[in-house]
């Protein structure tokens, strides 16, 4: 079996190849079958050291021109091929990367950027960075390793050291070489240091804040911090003073002289501005003295005896159950005296009441049990509301009837036409126009 050109000169990229054979279709016939083979294979590349220090700034591009060669491209007759790429990355053995490195990549249409600050304790520890990336086109995938080697810087760390927060730029855009270099260059102007680093660079988005809405191009911030070797400049020390602090309080731009070197490119709130100094600074860490690992001799451990002394709980009985008794039995008599011993009763009353009083009560009582005794024994005559006072067809009065023999109390309130006696049966429309009784 021939492979295709492609796969003999060692480049193992997407092909479909076509793999002919035969197969016995019976004693006496052979017949030939063919089968279609569509294979992607992920390519590994060569490894890539870095050499990076530590305490300084450390950003790593991962353009997608670069592996844009090791996909086989399928555009279109007279097309330019732009397949969207996305990457992964990961310590070599772990599923994310370490803790001082950070990652960003907008869209699948831009590049990728490694970013971070090493620290003093990966120095001289190689860390092996693993870059996957993916095509979403076509689903193939190429990867290579990228070994950070940190190395100590000297100085390390800069003794003064001020964090930036640059409201008009995202993470990416301050990242670029050009950006930085030009804020690192007013920075310069401002302190005039022999030596200036960038430390590192957070999006605001890490420190807590929030996304900006995708309205008049805002951006989400970024907080710069760059290192130097000698004290702050006047200018950097003016947010600090007493009328600055007030102003920041009152969420109004302080007054800085130098800001003008600054806002041509860069719009920085100075209200979060942040100046270190290391020198200064106590070290909180104190040494563990360690001994050597045997506990003092404290003598032979004496268990308690096993003839327990008898212990009277009489008094703990008194103080927990018989006082709280006997003072809510206390105020249950006071209580009762109050309820029971104190009534004035009817008696009282009715000596304390004028007599032309007692005697109006006494006469609405005795109406009042009047009525309700004859309200018992009367009929209850049939609501006139109930019947029909006037003829349908006459229009004469029709007194209303009382049956004797009907018990009122099980009469319907309304009765149909057919339990009237006087009622009159209503004309009914004929067919022919005519009216009929």
């Known amino acids: 079996m021939q492979f295709p050109p492609r796969w003999e000169s060692g480049d193992p990229r997407a092909w479909a190849g076509q793999v002919r054979g035969t197969r016995r279709m019976s004693p006496w016939t052979t017949g030939t079958f063919l089968l279609t083979v569509y294979t992607i294979f992920s390519k590994v590349h060569s490894d890539r050291d870095v050499y990076p220090s530590a305490g300084v700034l450390f950003v790593h591009v991962l353009e997608r021109e670069s592996f844009k060669g090791e996909f086989p491209p399928y555009p279109k007759p007279g097309e330019i091929s732009n397949d969207p790429i996305t990457f992964n990355t990961n310590l070599m053995g772990y599923p994310d990367r370490p803790g001082w490195l950070r990652y960003i990549q907008r869209t699948p249409y831009s590049d990728g950027v490694l970013y971070g600050s090493p620290t003093a304790e990966n120095v001289g520890k190689p860390t092996i960075i693993e870059i996957t990336a993916y095509n979403r086109r076509t689903f193939e995938t190429a990867r290579h390793n990228l070994i950070i080697n940190i190395m100590s810087a000297e100085d390390f760390p800069l003794p003064y050291q001020a964090e930036f927060f640059i ?33 590192n660079i957070t999006s605001a988005l890490d420190r807590g804040g929030r996304v900006p809405l995708p309205i008049n191009d805002m951006k989400e911030g970024v907080y710069v911090m760059v290192g130097a070797d000698v004290p702050f400049s006047s200018c950097l020390r003016e947010v600090e003073n007493p009328q600055n602090q007030l102003r920041c309080s009152q969420e109004m731009e302080p007054v800085i002289t130098c800001d003008k070197k600054f806002r041509s490119q860069f719009y920085i709130d100075w209200c979060k501005i942040s100046l270190v100094d290391k020198t200064k600074q106590v070290s909180t860490f104190q040494e563990v003295i360690r001994g050597e690992g045997i506990l003092p001799d404290g003598g032979e451990y004496k268990p308690p005896s096993d003839s327990l002394k008898s212990r009277d709980y009489y008094t703990d009985f008194l103080i927990t159950l018989a006082v709280p008794s006997a003072v809510a039995l206390v105020l249950f008599l006071i209580l009762a005296y109050i309820m029971c011993c104190r009534r004035e009763g009817v008696e009282k009353r009715n000596m304390q009441t004028p007599d032309i009083q007692l005697v109006h009560h006494s006469a609405i009582q005795k109406s009042t049990k009047e009525l309700r005794d004859m309200s018992k024994n009367r009929e209850i005559a049939w609501p006139l509301s109930t019947l029909p006072v006037f003829h349908p067809v006459t229009g004469e009065i029709i007194p209303p009837l009382h049956a004797d023999s009907y018990e009122s109390t099980n009469m319907p309130l309304m009765q149909t036409q057919q339990n009237l006696p006087h009622q009159t049966q209503i004309p009914q429309q004929q067919t022919t126009g005519k009216w009929y009784p």
């Open 167 to 199: 409201k008009n730029m995202n993470v990416e855009e301050m990242l670029a070489s050009e950006v930085l270099g030009d804020f690192l260059g007013a920075v310069k102007n401002v302190w005039q240091p022999e030596r200036l680093n960038a430390i």
